[in-house]
């Protein structure tokens, strides 16, 4: 019941240069950074990581991401200087860089399980693991259309100006564009224009919502059968996790190859071992685990958050830095090892893993893949 079957890669993500380290920061310590970047007392202690980390990014060594999680917090920050402050160090790190959104990698993964199976050709096609902008975080095209009255005149735009100044032209809107999501709108003409562009802060709020709801219902489910969190409790939330994590991508993925569930599950250790073998899931369910376990955690959409955050970084990253509770759990379960991520707490700590004095780690995401 306890074996760890191996974990499964998707190859058809396509990983980033072998030797550089991807490097993953949560909110608090993006919101530390750039208090070491504004001079504020508070970032006073982190002025030679903030060195550091520019160091590594200057050389090539490091490149730092972003992910759909931290986005969708910054939706909730309201004071436009604080935002403005964490939107320019954001920039400054990543140039735009972000993660595929993990509902992406479920996708890959799972196609990754169900392909040798079906023995047919994945119906999905290779996509970058790290891409440029918030709509690559969110699973969507980063392509800029400019539309005409008749429809998309994108390249109707391009044989009129040269491919020399519309590749300009379109790389100073890019930039406009995931600048002012960052910083979000200055007024309502700018919050209408980047609605255009895919601004939708109510809707990742309400998805995240009703998931943080879904896991409230367990706790309630488990309070009332505490025996549960004595026992099996790995198992009901794994089960729950292909029943609404997967809701939508399992049963499509599964006619998409002519395939159903008992080609894959016959009993409850080749049901473990197919969940467990997917990486994002794994980090998922054991976060989930270790959490209901507890009893008195009052889940809300942070939580969610911060589940698939590292769902998806501690994985496919060299380098994660997140809060002391998260890392303690995913220790315990000895993820950092099995998935060969350094896994922080404390950003004083990220210098040495960035000079190699911290103990090796593996370099490129997905490099240790035969």
């Known amino acids: 019941m306890n074996k760890k079957p191996p974990f499964l890669w998707p190859r058809l993500l ?10 993953y920061l949560d909110m608090n310590h993006w919101i530390a950074l750039a208090k070491a970047s504004v001079g504020h007392r508070e970032g006073r202690a982190l002025a030679e990581v903030l060195e550091a980390c520019r160091a590594a990014r200057a050389t090539g060594l490091a490149w730092f991401v972003l992910s759909a999680s931290i986005y969708a917090e910054m939706l909730k920050i309201r004071d436009p200087a604080q935002r403005r402050d964490l939107a320019e160090v954001m920039e400054e790190f990543t140039g735009f860089a972000t993660l595929i959104s993990r509902v992406a990698v479920m996708e890959f993964e799972l196609s990754a399980m169900l392909d040798p199976v079906a023995q047919l050709p994945s119906p999905l096609s290779k996509v970058p693991l ?50 002012s999501m960052l910083h979000g709108p200055a007024d309502q003409d700018e919050e209408q224009a980047l609605r255009a562009l895919g601004y939708f802060p109510e809707g990742p709020r309400g ?16 309070d009332a059968e505490s025996r549960w969190r004595r026992g099996r409790l790995r198992d009901v939330v794994s089960a729950r996790e292909l029943e ?15 395939l159903v569930l008992e080609d894959l599950m016959t009993g409850p250790e080749s049901g473990r071992a197919f969940v467990r073998a997917m990486p994002s899931t794994e980090v998922s369910i054991e976060l989930k685990t270790a959490w209901h376990r507890n009893g008195e955690r009052d889940w809300t959409v942070n939580d969610i958050h911060d589940i698939d955050a590292l769902a998806l970084a501690v994985p496919y990253c060299d380098v994660v830095v997140t809060e002391k ?20 707490h404390k950003l004083t700590d990220l210098p040495d893993v960035l000079t190699g004095r911290h103990p090796k780690q593996r370099v490129g995401a997905l490099a240790k893949q035969p």
Do not use: Y
């Not at 396509?14 to 490097?23: I, K, M, T, W």
């Open 14 to 23: 396509e990983p980033p240069p072998a030797d550089v380290l991807l490097v």
């Open 130 to 179: 790290v891409g440029r902008g918030v709509r690559h975080a969110f699973g969507r095209s980063s392509r800029i259309s400019i539309i005409g009255p008749s429809g998309d005149a994108t390249e109707e735009i391009r044989e009129q100006m040269g491919d020399s100044a519309f590749d300009r032209l379109m790389a100073e809107m890019f930039v406009k564009a995931e600048r």
């Open 244 to 258: 609404i994590e997967f809701q939508n991508i399992l049963p499509r993925a599964l006619a998409e190859r002519g």
């Open 325 to 344: 509770a998260c890392r303690h759990i995913l220790k315990v379960a000895n993820l950092p090892e099995r998935l060969g991520t350094a896994v922080l």
């Open 207 to 222: 998805v995240t919502e009703n998931r943080a709801a879904q896991e409230r219902d367990l706790k309630k489910l488990l």
